[in-house]
């Protein structure tokens, strides 16, 4: 048996259809995080990032730190921030959540992506971000993947995070580091 509803044209098709039945749970319960964060999930897999922050705001401010969606809603609101250009906002939900996270290599991932990003918006504060680009990167190898984390996405905590430092060391020109680092995403 073969479950294709995670491809793109299926996607595509349920997009318009989840978020509606979304609304209409949220009509009935509309402070509920859980299904403001699936709404946020909505938006955000149908690429309109703009929509998505603000059922993330929503559902971040209304759940706690134990809310069993917390770490999945945490990492895709700071993707979701930084893909609709709310870099600082990101950053700040980031600095507010770190405390939270500090075994989550999907946690890590996004940040170095968020603070990478930033840093090309930014050519001036490289040499003070890309150090913190590093580390994070750095980090998720030295968590490794945590499977048992919500959301978590297997390669962040090895091969994922090894092929952007491979990257981040191409871009800086340190070739050494960068095969070092090349070799160890491809094994």
């Not at 500090?102 to 990003?117: E, H, M, V, W």
């Amino acid at each position: 048996m073969h479950h294709d509803g995670y491809r793109q044209a299926a996607l595509a098709r349920k997009h318009g259809r989840n978020g509606a039945l979304l609304q209409r749970a949220l009509g009935e319960h509309p402070d509920d995080p859980y299904l403001l964060y699936q709404l946020g999930k909505d938006h955000e897999t149908g690429g309109d990032y703009a929509a998505a922050v603000p059922p993330y705001r929503e559902a971040l401010a209304r759940s706690g730190p134990d809310a069993p969606f917390r770490h999945d809603l945490v990492v895709r609101a700071i993707y979701t921030m930084k893909k609709a250009q709310l870099h600082q906002e990101a950053i700040a939900l980031a600095d507010a959540e770190m405390a939270n996270w500090q075994q989550s290599p999907d946690y890590y991932f996004a940040l170095g992506d968020l603070l990478l990003d930033w840093t090309t918006l930014n050519p001036d504060a490289a040499d003070e971000l890309l150090p913190m680009v590093e580390a994070s990167f750095q980090r998720c190898l030295e968590i490794g993947d945590q499977p048992q984390l919500d959301g978590s996405v297997q390669g962040r905590g090895s091969h994922l995070a090894a092929h952007n430092l491979a990257v981040l060391y191409e871009g800086t020109g340190n070739l050494p580091r960068a095969e070092a680092y090349r070799r160890l995403a491809a094994g």
